[in-house]
């Protein structure tokens, strides 16, 4: 296998492990979608300013590293320096101290075992190429340290973030006085997957302001339009928009809902499209030199994406469909699925539930723009630019239950995405078909994805080109 697949393996391993963690564990704030795209980014920026020391042309983002002559540009030298790189990133962003003992120790074996393929030994001699991955490892965690991402506070809120709604039970039908600001964001209350209740705060609100790979500031790709306001006939008709899909929702949408969900305990929407570009690597038989350089555009594109999207996210602080719709459907009779095994039913507006699984009925943070529609399109600009065509071929075949409705007849639903972009706009309406966004989050988030991947892989490809 691909050195650099096999190493992000393992960093998809560890980020699933994180969504598994106690809920009491403070460690799982290193697990939200923003958190998981910086440790993606530093991951493979790493990897590239090692591989760089080892290039006659590239340059890399943290220049102490120096260039070594062209008699050791080799490939044995390469394979050394990136994964010890590889291997100081991935302790730092996930210390196996923070894992139970059973994940610890598979994650401590996986370590060891792919730096032994390489030569090295935990705590061995360090021949110079371990000294480079080393040096690289050093120059990138120094500046992400201090990148406002507030990394020794486990992400926590640096700027005094605080909803103007009060939390609303999930559980329950929404009180007449539940939802005091309809247009804007509103924690929720259910019971998670150890049946506690629990009421997230809105994950990072500070990362606008996190510096960023190519973007100049976190509101350079900002909307210019705000979303639909309340009591506008906009705002009444995308809530409808949203309960006429949900009431009508066919095997193959609900698939598609649950397929690119990746919530807790999954790789998350970054981690979801470094597998599709371990597809690229095999489907094209990439080498090592050109999977760096595919994984370094990617992975800072989409950790742009995260910063740009969630600059919106603060800036708007807009509201979810299951508030919107609680708020202005109440003693309304409208159709809606039902829950598990329930199929479509007529209900009052108050009762409305997303199509998800009730341990986690929507993300906790605001609706406008889409995370998901910003990740897969700045994600799916890389590789269409990457690879110079658009053609993706990749497939999913549905072999289990879903989560959300086991009763449900989908174990022979194929998905197929013919091109990277087909993907990118499945993965934005996905989240329409699962309840969590509105049509204009979606289209919005698009559009902002394409303009950060763009901008990220014209600096990724300056920087290998050594413009």
């Not at 492990?17 to 993606?40: C, E, F, M, N, Y």
């Not at 705590?123 to 990138?140: C, E, H, K, S």
Request: net charge negative; aromatic share 10%; proline share 9%.
């Amino acid at each position: 296998m691909n050195l650099i697949v096999e190493w992000n393996n393992i960093l998809l391993e560890a980020i699933r492990a994180v969504g598994k963690l106690p809920s009491t564990s403070l460690d799982r704030d290193r697990g939200g979608p923003p958190q998981v795209a910086r440790s993606i980014s530093i991951v493979h920026t790493t990897i590239y300013d090692a591989w760089c020391a080892y290039d006659s042309v590239a340059k890399p983002v943290h220049r102490t590293t120096p260039r070594k002559p062209v008699p050791q540009h080799t490939e044995a030298n390469r394979r050394k320096a990136i994964s010890q790189a590889a291997y100081r990133t991935l302790i730092d962003q996930f210390p196996p101290s923070i894992f139970d003992p059973v994940f610890k120790t598979a994650y401590e074996s996986m370590l060891a075992k792919q730096l032994a393929k390489e030569g090295i030994v935990i705590g061995g001699p360090t021949p110079p190429p371990v000294d480079v991955g080393n040096q690289a490892a050093d120059d990138v965690l120094a500046f992400r340290h201090s990148d406002n991402s507030n990394q020794s506070g486990l992400y926590a809120d640096t700027t005094g973030y605080a909803p103007v709604n009060r939390p609303m039970s999930v559980l329950l039908p929404a009180d007449p006085d539940a939802i005091d600001f309809p247009g804007r964001w509103q924690p929720l209350s259910y019971l998670n997957s150890d049946h506690e209740l629990k009421t997230p705060k809105f994950i990072c609100p500070h990362w606008q302001h996190v510096k960023p790979f190519a973007l100049t500031s976190g509101d350079q790709c900002r909307p210019p339009t705000a979303p639909q306001p309340p009591l506008s006939q906009g705002f009444l008709d995308q809530a409808r928009h949203v309960i006429d899909i949900q009431a009508r929702l066919t095997p193959e949408q609900k698939v598609i809902a649950e397929y690119w969900a990746d919530g807790p305990n999954s790789e998350l929407p970054p981690g979801h499209w470094t597998e599709f570009a371990a597809f690229v690597v095999e489907r094209d038989n990439l080498d090592v030199n050109q999977s760096v350089k595919l994984f370094f555009a990617l992975s800072n594109a989409v950790f742009d994406a995260s910063i740009a999207t969630w600059d919106a996210k603060v800036a708007f602080d807009y509201v979810r469909p299951v508030t919107a719709i609680r708020h202005m459907f109440r003693g309304k009779r409208i159709l809606a699925w039902g829950g598990a095994g329930k199929g479509t039913q007529e209900i009052t507006g108050e009762f409305w539930k997303p199509f998800q699984v009730p341990t986690f009925p929507t993300p906790p943070f605001a609706e406008f723009t889409s995370g998901h529609s910003g990740f897969s399109m700045a994600a799916a600009t890389i590789l269409k630019k990457f690879t110079n065509s658009d053609t993706f071929g990749f497939y999913y075949s549905q072999d289990v239950p879903l989560k959300a409705d086991p009763t449900e007849p989908v174990t022979d639903i194929v998905l197929h995405w013919p091109t990277f972009t087909a993907a990118a706009r499945e993965a934005g309406e996905s989240r329409l078909y699962g309840g969590i966004h509105f049509y204009e989050g979606n289209v919005v988030g698009l559009d902002l994805g394409e303009k950060v991947g763009n901008g990220a892989y014209a600096k990724a490809k300056d920087l290998w080109s050594g413009a």
